[in-house]
């Protein structure tokens, strides 16, 4: 939970970076309570979290949503490159284990045809706006606008090595908050790197997939370190307390800046008169 609660501050720090090159000076308050909010309103409806992050940004700094949801999907862009450094990482120390793995269990060229597929869709769709003249063509072009200059902050900023370490520090603090938690039991004491880095990954993507992983958190674990033959148990009690420690967290937070958010800033607007 600590490394967790560290993780989720420097996220709300590196915020500020990506909004700077914009000319918005937020405060940290509520990039702190934005990010909580929306971690929380991600258990109702997945990545519904990150719209109302620059919806509260809007109300109560004044930054276009558009413009606030671009930095946000940066950020995501961000996080996807640290992502596939830890598959990456995780595909070098555990290679040949993994690959024959999924042979065994999906078939490759199928789902590599599907991705093809989808992403000719989407291209053939943004070619459509883009020469349509159309009232909805147009307001998706203004919002694409805004979301664009919002992710190339990113390359905009003056503290980019404070970005890079404050993202670094984010994932880090992500694998050691998943790494220390197995020190809890007896039978997950000598957890091998590679089922560390698998397990983070498999959690990783079913918090992504579902309402904060709810109910499919342990299972994808269990499923997950018993590619290494750790039992059942062990596993799906370590996903629970994994998953349980970090929503418990998430929704005292969460619920906190949702109330204090509006008491916060009328009382800096009222210092600011």
Same mark, same amino acid.
């Given at each position: ?16 970076? +990506? ?10 308050? $509520? ?17 519904? *979290?990150? =719209? ?9 700094? @004044? ?6 949801? *671009? ?5 995501? +862009? ?19 284990? /993994? ?13 590599? =045809? ?14 459509? =706006? ?15 606008? *805004? ?29 050691? +908050?998943?790494?220390?938690? #197995?020190?809890?039991? @007896? ?19 079913? /918090? ?7 109910? #499919?958190?342990?299972?994808? =674990? ?12 062990? #596993? ?31 009382? $800096?607007?009222? @210092?600011?008169?």
């Amino acid at each position: 939970m600590f490394f967790g609660f560290l993780s989720h501050l420097s996220r709300a720090y590196r915020w500020l970076f +990506m909004l700077e090159p914009m000319g918005y000076k937020i405060r940290f308050g $509520n990039s702190v309570m934005a990010i909580f909010s929306a971690y929380l309103i991600n258990y109702t409806i997945p990545r519904a *979290g990150e =719209i109302a992050r620059a919806t509260i940004l809007t109300n109560y700094e @004044e930054v276009p949503f558009q413009k606030g949801f *671009g930095t946000i999907v940066a950020e995501r +862009m961000a996080d996807l490159i640290m992502m596939f450094s830890v598959v990456f990482i995780t595909l070098f120390l555990q290679f040949d284990f /993994i690959y024959g793995f999924l042979i065994e269990k999906f078939n490759l060229p199928k789902i590599a =045809i599907g991705f093809v597929l989808l992403a000719f869709l989407i291209f053939m769709f943004f070619k459509f =706006i883009k020469n349509s003249n159309s009232r909805i063509a147009l307001k998706i072009k203004t919002f694409v606008s *805004g979301l664009i200059e919002g992710i190339f902050s990113i390359f905009k900023m003056k503290k980019k090595w404070a970005f890079i370490f404050h993202t670094l520090f984010i994932w880090v603090m992500y694998i050691l +908050m998943f790494y220390v938690t #197995s020190f809890a039991f @007896e039978d997950l004491g000598n957890l091998p790197i590679g089922a560390v880095f698998v397990g983070f990954i498999a959690g990783s993507f079913s /918090i992504a997939a579902t309402n904060g992983g709810i109910g #499919s958190y342990p299972l994808v =674990i269990y499923a997950a370190l018993s590619i290494f033959n750790i039992p059942e148990e062990p #596993s799906i009690a370590f996903g629970w307390i994994m998953w349980s420690a970090q929503t418990i967290m998430i929704i005292i937070f969460g619920a906190i800046s949702l109330m204090c958010l509006p008491i916060y800033n009328r009382k $800096n607007n009222l @210092e600011t008169r």
